[in-house]
């Protein structure tokens, strides 16, 4: 199988990377006291240094009291965690590397009884107040991304999150403008803060806006159900100042929409024109969910990912737990000693190798 598309130069406006394969955000959860250390440096320096393409980081939190669950998730405000980003971003350029954060808020999501000792935050109850701070935090932290050198950023939208839970009719029952019946309608949340990200970073800084279908409160649920649903979600987060669409699967390889076999990378790059990352058990037999129950995945083929991606279905490739697995994995691919591709092993989500 050729892996020659993989490997080929990608090109967006001024944002230019070497090859086509993005290393997918994972939550690392090893941030003292939300500030990145020198060992996550050397992390994503590694995976600078062996070919990724784009660096994602795992999600970092904005300057809100419930944007995080743990307490080692790192922020990304203040002077002590953004010159802790600075040595990360600092470290992969001088690997030959690019990157951008992931800037998340977590909503309603409580992983620990003991963090934060605070309610969450929920899109039913938030006040508008709530909504104008967390919106101006998410522009904050946009333009520090700017100032410090990343060479993009992404907006975590996905995965039952605060932004996600203002798409879900289940979790949005306001009756404000920023509720609705619709999809369109509650996507508001989501289109100011695109906005307000975008004035923060001008014209020319590359945003990507990381979506799902799938919650993780619900692994059945759907936003879209149909491409003209898909359309009215996704053109006003374009119109809005969105550049690539980050389309989260658990499995890249199964169709958003009877009747086609493109996936939800396919179908937003169909309907908006605009780039897009598919994601999803890239290289592996077992989705991301087993990993967190502590079962493994066999290396799988990739030539159902090449055919796609030669036909033009998506333009980037995000690959999250076989390059924390092995950060050497796109070498390896590149060499094609795809013979040396490691098994998952759960027990690296507990190490920064």
């Not at 929920?122 to 990343?150: E, N, R, V, Y």
């Not at 403008?177 to 999809?183: I, Q, S, V």
């Not at 919650?215 to 649903?229: F, G, I, V």
């Not at 493109?262 to 605009?274: D, E, M, R, S, V």
Request: net charge negative; aromatic share 10%.
């Amino acid at each position: 199988m050729s892996t020659e598309k993989l490997f080929t130069p990608f090109s967006y406006k001024n944002f230019q990377l070497k090859n086509r394969v993005v290393m997918a955000p994972m939550t690392r959860g090893q941030s003292d006291n939300g500030v990145p250390t020198q060992a996550i440096a050397d992390y994503y320096a590694r995976r600078a240094a062996s070919e990724v393409g784009l660096i994602l980081s795992e999600g970092t939190v904005i300057n809100r009291r419930a944007s995080k669950n743990l307490a080692g998730i790192p922020d990304f405000y203040g002077s002590e965690a953004l010159q802790g980003w600075k040595n990360v971003i600092d470290s992969v350029h001088q690997n030959g590397g690019k990157m951008g954060p992931q800037i998340w808020h977590v909503g309603d999501t409580r992983m620990s009884e003991e963090y934060p000792a605070i309610p969450m935050e929920k899109a039913a109850t938030m006040s508008l107040a709530d909504i104008q701070d967390t919106i101006a935090q998410f522009a904050a932290s946009a333009k520090s991304a700017k100032d410090l050198g990343f060479d993009c950023l992404e907006i975590h939208g996905a995965h039952g999150y605060l932004i996600d839970q203002f798409f879900w009719e289940v979790t949005n029952t306001r009756t404000d403008e920023y509720g609705g019946k619709t999809l369109k309608e509650r996507s508001r949340f989501a289109v100011d803060i695109i906005k307000a990200m975008r004035a923060a970073v001008g014209d020319d800084f590359t945003i990507i806006i990381r979506l799902s279908q799938w919650k993780q409160q619900d692994y059945k649920s759907r936003l879209a159900l149909t491409p003209n649903e898909m359309e009215e979600w996704l053109v006003p987060m374009k119109e809005a100042g969105v550049d690539i669409f980050h389309c989260s699967q658990r499995r890249f390889w199964e169709p958003e929409f009877e009747g086609s076999d493109l996936n939800f990378a396919g179908w937003a790059k169909k309907i908006t024109g605009q780039p897009t990352i598919t994601v999803g058990s890239v290289g592996l037999n077992g989705d991301f969910m087993g990993a967190f129950a502590g079962q493994g995945s066999e290396a799988a083929d990739l030539s159902e990912l090449l055919k796609r991606l030669d036909r033009e279905d998506f333009d980037l490739v995000a690959v999250g737990r076989a390059i924390l697995n092995d950060y050497q994995w796109v070498k390896k691919v590149k060499e094609g000693k795809f013979n040396e591709l490691a098994d998952f092993s759960a027990e690296s989500l507990q190490t920064l190798y």
